[in-house]
């Protein structure tokens, strides 16, 4: 068994944390393991002011990790599962994908007592997600929704500052960083549904590393997996990223896959949402039968809309 692995991570308080609880978690089940964190800065946390669809989408939170992984840089990264392009460069697999946190959005207002249904028409909510954005249009017309980068804390004091009259983000981090108390409102996936694995990590590594994968082992967490699988999948089949307002959850209960994805336009003006269920075991033909539902029923026109019309 390896005595020391590297971890890498982004810098991101979020990524530390999330980092630090798999090294956690690996010490924890193997007595003797050393693991130290290599933080390493992606492009996606250097473009900060304006849209991440402008400059090649998501993908870029975990590329310049993943590079390091296949120089032998590091030894495991450790992302969030949302970051992460439905298809993996060579070379690179899914070790482990641990158990999931709260998956769903919260909205925290600048007066905390406040609710979705009380924000006045034209209040001013920040995200930088299309997904939110669509979401929240579709749900109120009369919002208005901004563009808001940068970590949580950086969200939380622009939100504080005055810029926003309210922001989303995932209740996830929130709840890793200890700022859950600040949350108005948990938003159900009736309003919001979450993104394609929102709430849960993926531990990625290099192909072949048979002795790491048997070392990952305990923190593999097969309902979340089979979950997130169903959901990559149905983002794969739709051919979308962080530019198109897709959203798609998964569930397992009494034994089956309970499976909600969505389409929106950007305007929120239309919004085609699918639910299927079938057995665990079929995560994968699921998601993508679920995906061709979608675009059958006028998710496809959606997306050529905004492909043609390109990123904001």
Partial sequence: ?????????????????????VKALLETHHPGLRCTLTRIVTEGDKILEVSLA?????GLFVKAIEEALLRKEIDLAVHSMKDLPSELPAGLVLGAIPAREDPRDALICRKPDLRLSDLPAGACVGTSSLRRASQLRHHRQDLVTAPARGNVETRLR???????DAI?????????????HRVSQVLGPEICLPAIGQGALAIEIREGDEALLEMLRPLHDEKTATAVTAERAFLAALG???HVPIACHGELSEGSLNLVGLVAGLDGSVCIRKR?????EDALSLGRNLAEEVARA?????????QRAGPE
């Fill in 276 to 280: 299927s269920r079938g057995a665990p």
């Fill in 54 to 58: 402008r400059f090649g989408g998501k």
């Fill in 298 to 306: 006028g998710g496809r026109e959606i997306l050529e809309q905004i």
């Fill in 168 to 180: 989303v983000l995932a209740l996830a981090g929130l709840k890793r960083l200890g700022r859950a």
């Fill in 158 to 164: 622009r939100l504080e500052e005055g810029r926003f």
């Fill in 240 to 242: 979308g990223g962080c």
């Fill in 1 to 21: 068994m390896a005595k020391s692995l590297r971890i890498g991570t982004r810098r991101s308080p979020l990524a530390l944390w999330q980092a630090e609880h």
